[in-house]
C-alpha cells in the first residue's frame, strides 16, 4: 500500500484530528486478501467489526457517489475509527474531475486506496451512467482513472466485471483493462461474473450469470505486470488458496459478511502469521465496548452495529437464539453490555426448552 503523506488543505468536510496509522509490514501484495464493498453491508460498523476478526485482510467502504462527498454530509460518509486500516474508499461517478476532487477528499481523510466502481449493475447506478454501465466507454473510465492518479498520492484501483449482458467475449474485458492500464492503474478487481443491465436484479446478477475464474488467470497471463484480483462465488480457504496460486489476490463478499468467523482463520492461513486467533467471546465483548463508544459519541443505537455480527456464531449451539437476542429490537432500550447478558443465557433456556414436557 502506498504510503500516506500529510492531505493538502480542502474545502470539503473536516477529518477527525487523529487519525493514526498502523505500521504494517507484509511482504505479500495489500491486495492478497481483501473483503469486498457491499451496499448496506460495509459499513463502518461492519468494517470494524471485520478488523477484530483478520488485521490484514484489506477492507473496503460500500460505493459512495460523488455527489455525496461534493453536495452531501462527508462526515456521514467517510468516518471511520483508526483501527478499519487499511481500508479502501469505492467511488462511484463517471466525471472525471469530480472523481478528481472526490479521491482528494477520501485522500484527506485518510483512506489507503480509491477503488472506482466499474461492476454495480443496479438501474438506480445506471441512471446514474456509472457501474458496470461504464464497461462500454472504457477511455471514459481511463480518463477518469487518470484523473484520480493525477489527483492523489494512492492507489487507483478499478473493481468490474467481465463482461456486459450476454456477451462473453474475451476481447471485450481484455479491452477494457488494456485501456484502463495505460491511464495509470495498476490493481483490477475482477467480478468473475457478465453484468447483465437488463433483466435481472442486482441479486439475480450475483447469482444466475455463470462465473468464469479462468478469465481473471487469462488476464493475468495477458497482463503478467498488472495486479489481478478475482472476486465472486469463494467460500472456503481452500477455494481461495486455489485462486492464489494463480492470481494476486482474492476478494469475498457475501460470505465473508454471513460467515465472518471465516476471517479469523485469514491472518495464519493467508499472511503467515503466528499466534493465537480471536475468540468469539473476545469479539463480541470488543463489539460492546465499541456500541458504548458509538453511543456517546454520535448517539449510534446498538441494534445499528449489532446486525453485522449476527453470523459470529453461526453453527455453534444456541446461535439462533443468541442472533435473535441481539436482534430482537424490543430490547433497544437496555444497554448493550445487558443484552449480551441476556443472549449468552439464552442456550440455557433452548436447554430448558427442550426438556420441557
Keep these: 500500500m502506498a504510503k500516506r503523506r500529510k492531505p493538502n488543505s480542502l474545502e470539503y468536510g473536516s477529518p477527525p484530528a487523529c487519525l493514526p496509522v498502523p505500521e504494517v509490514s507484509l511482504s505479500c501484495s495489500p491486495w492478497r486478501l481483501s473483503v469486498a464493498p457491499m451496499m448496506e453491508w460495509t459499513d463502518r460498523h461492519c468494517r470494524y467489526f471485520h478488523r477484530l476478526l483478520t488485521r490484514h ?31 479502501a474508499l469505492q467511488l462511484g461517478g463517471s466525471e472525471p474531475a469530480e472523481l478528481a476532487q472526490a479521491a482528494q477528499i477520501g485522500q484527506r481523510w485518510g483512506y489507503d486506496e480509491i477503488n472506482l466502481n466499474c461492476g454495480c449493475p443496479s438501474e438506480r447506478v445506471q441512471r446514474g451512467a456509472f457501474g458496470a454501465c461504464l464497461m462500454r466507454e472504457p477511455q471514459l473510465v481511463a480518463d477518469c482513472v487518470k484523473a484520480m492518479v493525477d489527483a492523489v498520492q494512492l492507489p487507483v484501483t478499478v473493481k468490474h466485471r ?29 467480478h468473475a461474473r457478465n453484468a447483465w443491465l437488463q433483466g435481472l436484479s442486482p441479486k439475480e446478477n450475483r447469482e444466475i450469470p455463470p462465473l468464469r475464474h479462468e478469465v481473471a488467470q487469462r488476464l493475468k497471463q495477458d497482463f503478467p505486470g498488472l495486479c489481478i484480483v478475482v472476486n465472486g462465488g469463494l467460500k472456503t480457504n481452500a477455494t481461495i488458496a486455489a485462486q492464489l496460486a494463480l492470481l494476486d489476490g ?15 482463520s485469514w491472518d495464519g492461513a493467508f499472511f503467515g502469521l503466528s499466534g493465537p486467533a480471536p475468540e468469539r467471546d473476545a469479539v463480541e465483548r470488543a463489539m460492546v465496548g465499541y456500541m458504548q463508544r458509538e453511543a456517546q459519541a454520535h448517539g449510534t443505537p446498538w441494534a445499528t452495529i449489532a446486525r453485522h455480527m449476527l453470523g459470529l456464531r453461526s453453527g455453534l449451539p444456541g446461535a439462533r437464539h443468541w442472533r435473535r437476542t441481539w436482534s430482537d429490537h424490543r430490547l433497544r432500550h437496555l444497554a448493550p453490555q445487558e443484552v449480551m447478558a441476556r443472549a449468552h443465557a439464552a442456550p440455557v433456556r433452548e436447554a430448558a426448552d427442550a426438556l420441557a414436557p
Design 162 to 190: 467481465i463482461g456486459i449482458d450476454q456477451d462473453e467475449s474475451y476481447a471485450f474485458v481484455r479491452d477494457f483493462v488494456g485501456t484502463v492500464a495505460d491511464a495509470g492503474c495498476r490493481v483490477f478487481i475482477v
Design 250 to 264: 482474492v476478494m469475498v463478499g457475501r460470505e465473508a459478511y454471513h460467515n465472518p468467523w471465516l476471517l479469523a
Design 57 to 87: 485482510a484489506l477492507l473496503y467502504t460500500e460505493m459512495v457517489t460523488t455527489g455525496a462527498l461534493l453536495h452531501g454530509d462527508v462526515a456521514r460518509h467517510l468516518r471511520f475509527d483508526a483501527l478499519e486500516h487499511p481500508v
